[in-house]
Structures are given as structure tokens and as C-alpha cells.
């Protein structure tokens, strides 16, 4: 009973943020991005083996024989899960179940993957670079690779007993009934959201009024993807309807059916900032200039409330989109890109 | 029933400083915790941080005897 209530205090947050705080200079900032955008990819990894993400450098180079660039990849893949996963583990009560809440990006990502893998009829050889962080082991989601057969997924999803498991073997189920891939992320969305509802709801406080923004912001992202189809003629607008997913943040389900460029969709909502960036620029874009604004968005909210979940909001965005820059980083690097055109790829904040 | 009175007057002026105390500490505490599990160096500064709010305490202590060796 004492470790019960122990697991509601407030202080959880103030003992989290402190060790996550001690983190936030560890991250790269822009100058490091644009120092590491003229070097070679060799350079780049010794650069890195100085950093946090040396461990897993040393590891792959003793384990398996690797190209320099998978090596980076897979480093940076296996630093930013050990490190998120590190994060969460410093959690207790409320500010625990927050960030698995925050955390199912994984969940998320890999579900899509898998979906779009089945979709285009398991045809890649490879395996991917799984997000190793989310509430799913990534055992689970390699062995559902590894099956090669849609009807054999859907078994072992609903086997698997976990309610993500089971959206996602619904979502697969759509994928054998010949649904289109984003009728069936849409199904896997659903189910994701319905699971981290579930958990928001035993919280009622700002932290999890917070989060609960924050998935309204990301359903927002989605149906603006799916409107930015539309609008680009990919996909019939009588179909879009029932892909657009209720309980967006600010954009209205009228609103994304009755706007028919960027300035009515976005003017008087909190995405409004991305319309300046625009100067008539194609209604696809709206997506990505969204996703940036998100990303600037988590990461503003560090200094909001320093014992809150804004703390911990701010950190994991941190992480990821250090990943995120890495990699584009990385990719234009070994492309032979130039300088200029890959620092317009990254998202830089701070 | 004015010693009482006093008597009162003394608990809450030691009784109030010591909640606020224990509220404040609880979240130094919590926090000190956290940034010396990162950063041990820290260990002094916090220790100093965790002991400040000890003089609301000693301050409302203070203010007792007074009361009493005043006027009991």
C-alpha cells in the first residue's frame, strides 16, 4: 500500500526530469550537423566514436563485418533504443506509463513497416532497422518478418496476446482482403490509440492532458497526409472520408473535407505558422512542414514545466530527431550531396 | 486559558514552517536525487540545497520560545 501510493506523488517527475535534464547536453546541436555535413563518412564515424554512440560502434565492429554506413545506421538504431529505453526505465507511476504512452511511436513505426512490407508482397530480401523502444519486443516483430506469409502474421499476432498484437493483426488481415495500405494503417492507428487511451484515461491530470495533445497533434499529421492526397489527386476525395481518423487536435473532419487548399485548412489552427513557409508552394508539402513543426514543437516544451512530462517530452523528440539527422545526415554524405542541400533535409531546433 | 492560547500560538508557529518544510524538502529531495544519480559531483551543492529550507524551521523555533519565555 505505501509503494502504491508512492507511485502517485509528484516527485516522480522531479527525480525523472533531473536525470533526463543531465542527458540534454549530450545531444548534438546545429553547429556539429553543419561540421559533420563537409566530412566523409569515415570521419563521421570516428567523430561518433568519440560520442555516446561509440559503445555500439565497437560492438558491431568486433561482432559482424559491416559497411561504414550500415555500421552508423545500426549504431545510432541500437544508442537512441538503448537510450530511450534507459529513459523509461527512471520513470515511476504516472510519469512511467506517459512515456510508454509516448514511447508507442515504435510500436507504430514498425507496425507500418510491417504492413507496407506484406503489402508490396514481401519481396525484400533485407530486414530493417527496427525501432527498439516501443511497448512490442522487436523479437516479435523480426519473427513476423521472417514468416513470409500474411496468414501466418495475422495467427501469430493474435497468438501474441497483447492488444498493439491485436490491432495489428486486424490491420494485416485487411492487407489479405486486398484493402488498400492506408485503409489498413488506418485500422493499426485505431487500435494504437484505443490502447494508449486506455492508459491516458487512469491519469486526469496536465501531464496526461499534455500527452493526450500530443496524439491529437499526431492524428492531425495523419489526416493531414491523407487531405495532401487528395489535394495532389492520388487519392479519390470520397474515399479519404472514411480514412480520416476523429480526434485530431485542431483540423476539424469538415474542415479536411471541405478545404481544398492549404490556407483553409490551416488558417486559424495551431499549424497556421507552417502557411508563411508555403509562397504557394504544392498542397504535398503540407506534411513535412507539419512533421517539422511538431518536431519543434516536443522539443520547445523542455523548459515549460520543469516537474512535468514536458521534460521528458522535449528528451525523447531530442533523441529521435538526432536519429532522424544522423541518418538524412548520413544518406547525403554518402549520396555525395551537397552541403546546403543536406542541411535543408535536417530538422535543426534550438 | 490565555496559557493555552500561548500554548497554540507556539505549535503552530514550529507546526506551519515544518509542513512547508517537508513539502519543500520532498521536492529537493526528489530532484537532488535524480541530478546526483547523473552527476555525483553535484553531492555538495545539493546537500546545501536540501538543507535550506531547514531554517523556516529553526526560524519558527525560535519564534516559540520566544512566545513562551514572553509571556507564559
Redesign the interface.
Known amino acids: 500500500m505505501f509503494l502504491k501510493d508512492l507511485k502517485d506523488l509528484p516527485e516522480n517527475y522531479g527525480y525523472l526530469n533531473a536525470r533526463l535534464r543531465a542527458h540534454f547536453s549530450d545531444f548534438l546541436v546545429k553547429e556539429d550537423y553543419r561540421r559533420l555535413a563537409f566530412r566523409r563518412l569515415e570521419e563521421i564515424e570516428v567523430f561518433l566514436l568519440e560520442t555516446r554512440y561509440g559503445k555500439s560502434f565497437r560492438k558491431s565492429l568486433v561482432e559482424q563485418p559491416l559497411s561504414t554506413r550500415r555500421r552508423i545506421e545500426v549504431a545510432l538504431a541500437d544508442t537512441s533504443a538503448d537510450t530511450l529505453n534507459h529513459a523509461r526505465k527512471m520513470a515511476m507511476g504516472e510519469p512511467e506509463d506517459l512515456m510508454t504512452v509516448l514511447l508507442a511511436r515504435a510500436d507504430l513505426h514498425n507496425g507500418r513497416l510491417l504492413l507496407r512490407y506484406y503489402f508490396t508482397g514481401a519481396l525484400y530480401e533485407g530486414h530493417p532497422q527496427w525501432h527498439g523502444y516501443g511497448t512490442l519486443p522487436v523479437t516479435f516483430f523480426a519473427d513476423l518478418w521472417k514468416s513470409h506469409s500474411i496468414t501466418h502474421v495475422i495467427d501469430k499476432c493474435l497468438a501474441f496476446d497483447h492488444q498493439l498484437s491485436r490491432a495489428l493483426g486486424r490491420a494485416c488481415g485487411q492487407v489479405a482482403k486486398g484493402s488498400s495500405l492506408p485503409a489498413s494503417e488506418r485500422i493499426f492507428l485505431s487500435g494504437v490509440l484505443t490502447y494508449l487511451d486506455e492508459i491516458l484515461d487512469s491519469h486526469r491530470t496536465k501531464d496526461s492532458a499534455l500527452v493526450r495533445e500530443l496524439l491529437g497533434r499526431s492524428i492531425d499529421i495523419w489526416n493531414m497526409n491523407i487531405w495532401s492526397r487528395v489535394a495532389a489527386g492520388v487519392l479519390p476525395g470520397e474515399k479519404a472520408g472514411e480514412l480520416f481518423i476523429e480526434g485530431g487536435y485542431s483540423l476539424s473532419a469538415d474542415r479536411l473535407r471541405n478545404s481544398s487548399r492549404p490556407e483553409d485548412l490551416l488558417a486559424s489552427t495551431p499549424w497556421e505558422t507552417i502557411l508563411g513557409r508555403f509562397q504557394g508552394g504544392p498542397a504535398e508539402m503540407v506534411t513535412g512542414r507539419a512533421m517539422r513543426e511538431f518536431w519543434k514543437w516536443q522539443i520547445a516544451q523542455r523548459r515549460k514545466d520543469l516537474l512535468g512530462i514536458e521534460v521528458a517530452t522535449a528528451f525523447i523528440a531530442h533523441q529521435l530527431l538526432e536519429w532522424q539527422n544522423l541518418n538524412a545526415l548520413v544518406v547525403g554524405v554518402d549520396m555525395g550531396l551537397e552541403v546546403d542541400t543536406i542541411i535543408d533535409k535536417l530538422v535543426l531546433t534550438g | 486559558m490565555e496559557k493555552a492560547l500561548i500554548a497554540l500560538a507556539a505549535a503552530l508557529a514550529v507546526g506551519l514552517p515544518a509542513i512547508a518544510t517537508a513539502y519543500a524538502q520532498?521536492?529537493i529531495?526528489?530532484?537532488?536525487?535524480?541530478?546526483i544519480?547523473?552527476?555525483p559531483e553535484t553531492g555538495g551543492i545539493i546537500i546545501i540545497l536540501e538543507a535550506l529550507p531547514e531554517t523556516m524551521v529553526i526560524l519558527g523555533f525560535v519564534v516559540a520560545v520566544m512566545l513562551i519565555l514572553q509571556f507564559a
Open positions: 520532498a521536492r529531495g526528489s530532484v537532488g536525487a535524480g541530478t544519480a547523473e552527476k
